[in-house]
């Protein structure tokens, strides 16, 4: 069985390169979040205000 004793380097070379691919994924959403924040303030103010209620009213 020779395909059984390759599937472990690359399981862990597909994991590391997913871990790769999700780090970057997050950095472009976290991006493109800033910019979408940028060109739309009111609406980027209006989720802060949501969310600061939401903070408000979470019971610990």
Same mark, same amino acid.
């Given at each position: #069985?020779? =395909?059984? +004793? *390759?599937?472990?380097?690359? %399981?862990?070379?597909? *994991? %590391? %390169? @997913?871990?790769? /691919?999700?780090? !970057?994924?997050?950095? =472009?959403?976290?991006?493109?979040? !800033?910019?979408? *924040? @940028?060109? &739309?303030?009111? /609406?980027? /103010?209006?989720? @802060? #205000? @949501?969310? &600061? #209620?939401?903070? +408000?009213?979470?019971?610990?």
């Amino acid at each position: #069985m020779p =395909e059984a +004793r *390759d599937s472990m380097p690359d %399981a862990q070379e597909s *994991d %590391a %390169a @997913r871990r790769r /691919r999700r780090a !970057q994924f997050l950095r =472009e959403l976290h991006e493109a979040k !800033q910019l979408r *924040d @940028r060109v &739309q303030p009111r /609406r980027a /103010r209006a989720a @802060r #205000m @949501r969310q &600061q #209620m939401r903070m +408000r009213t979470f019971r610990w």
